[in-house]
């Protein structure tokens, strides 16, 4: 079974799990008639429905690159977790509303002891498989299985503190408790929709990943190579769990352009050791006499027969040097 038909099936399994979820907390909201426990079943809605469109989205991420689509189909899962975001956040102004409504017109609320152990098993059961989801979701680079399975926690941190405020109502019988953890919970419901967004909306618009590119420059720097003058002008976009990476490579001026490729040849192979074939690089040579400010100081390249001056320390690759353009270096 490859990585995409795992996140496919994890993604498949926690689908199933939150519709039985879902129809118990609405038996446990008809049998309480508590805005809290309704609270609890609205979020499920949303749970259930991006579940299904992440689902899709899985799928379709998973076909390989095409003439319409060279980079692949992998930021479909963007958009599918930019669409969960936006749902929880309306989820969470519906419960608000809710909430409010209910504050100006109280309601009874019946049988709590029954709805606590509903919403409290369904707590525990999203938790599991929110962490599960995550973990499947960094191991495969995965955002829409991160992004469900953080919505899946969030949704048990929000159950505990609502089993907790529904167990105070229980002993106190005080019902606007029942509407206040309502608004507190639909409050966090809508930031977590919102942190969704913001990641999502920086994958989409390709925004730089220090991270990364930080974890690129090390391996990098761990295996270097003489020939290698120079690693600079990097960028790097992620599609799904495909990394495609520019860079340009300064090796010795003189070298011929089969001796330039081979050196190449052996920075790919470096990335494909590490990422096998979820990273595809664009590599440009540049011979190293083509900058102003002359290299010869920081190059470790020792079979350099035109060397100009003595290595002072060696050009280790960083996150700054790693990014930098050609007239941005010679500044």
Known sequence: MNEEQIKYRVQKRIVIISGLILIGKFIAYFVTNSVGVLTDAMESIVNVVAGMISLYCLRWGA???????????????????SVEGILISVAGGMII??????????????????????????????????????????????????????????????????????????????????????????????????????????????????????????????????EWVDIHNTKVIKSGNCIYM???????????????HKAGEKLKNVLKARYNDKIQLTLHLDPCDIFEKPKCDTCIFDSCKYRKAAVVSANKITLSTFTLNESEMDN
């Not at 690159?65 to 977790?81: R, T, V």
Request: proline share 3%; glycine share 10%; net charge negative.
């Open 63 to 81: 076909k390989p690159g095409d003439k319409e689509h060279p980079y692949g189909h992998g930021k479909i899962e963007l958009i599918s977790a």
């Open 246 to 260: 520019d860079c340009d490579l300064t090796v010795p001026w003189y070298y011929t352009v089969s001796e330039g």
């Open 97 to 226: 509303y809710e909430a409010v409504k209910r504050l100006v017109v109280p309601a009874e609320v019946e049988k709590l002891d029954v709805g606590i152990v509903i919403v409290a098993v369904s707590g525990v059961i999203n938790y599991l498989m929110g962490y599960f989801s995550i973990r499947t979701g960094r191991k495969y680079g995965s955002m829409a299985l991160v992004a469900g399975g953080k919505h899946l926690q969030s949704d048990t941190y929000s159950t505990i503190g609502l089993v907790a405020g529904l167990l105070v109502l229980y002993f106190t019988g005080i019902n606007w408790i029942d509407s206040a953890l309502a608004l507190v919970f639909g409050s966090i419901i809508i930031i977590t929709g919102i942190s969704i967004l913001r990641n999502t909306i920086s994958g989409l618009l390709d925004t730089a990943d220090d991270k990364l590119l930080e974890e690129l420059a090390g391996l990098l720097n761990e295996n270097r190579q003489p």
